[in-house]
């Protein structure tokens, strides 16, 4: 990104049935999350970590502004579905950026989703108490 031009680079990033678009640009590091601070929407520690993490294999914390438009699942889904998001959107800006992102694993797409309920059971794996007698 040039100093003259302030281009947004945009990424989709999705995890269990959360989907997450990310707006990056060069800013002061603000990070906004369906209109309202990351705090708020991410509101552990670990939580919001998981999600910026791309940012710090990057080494761009506090350098760039961005914009998530997240829905669907729940927290750690959108957690991981933004940082799914902002790893591909950094490698727009600099593919140099590339092999340390994908050896941190965060360009791969987590693809384990919940295992659906089987009829004749209480669960997905879980079986009625077995009576011998």
Request: glycine fraction near 10%; charge should be positive.
């Given at each position: 990104m040039?100093?003259?031009?302030n ?7 999705r ?18 999350i ?5 705090s708020?929407?991410l ?9 910026t993490?791309p940012?710090?294999?990057?080494g761009l914390e506090?350098?760039?502004d961005?914009l998530?438009?997240?829905s669907?699942g ?5 957690a991981?579905?933004?940082s ?5 959107a ?12 994908k050896?941190?694993g ?13 009829p004749g059971?209480?669960g997905a794996?879980k079986?009625?108490?077995f009576?011998?007698?």
């Open positions: 040039s100093a003259a031009k281009p947004t680079l945009t990424a989709v990033g995890r269990k049935t959360a989907s997450a678009r990310v707006h990056l640009k060069r800013g002061t590091g603000e990070i906004t369906n209109g309202r601070p990351a708020v929407l509101y552990t520690e670990a939580l919001i970590k998981a999600a993490s940012l710090r294999v990057a506090g350098q760039v961005v998530i438009r997240v669907g729940g927290p750690n889904g959108q991981g579905a933004i799914h998001a902002l790893a591909r950094l490698q727009k800006l600099d593919l140099g950026l590339r092999p340390s992102l050896k941190a965060l360009l791969t797409r987590d693809g384990r989703m919940r295992e659906r309920k089987k059971r209480p794996r079986r009625f108490q009576s011998k007698r």
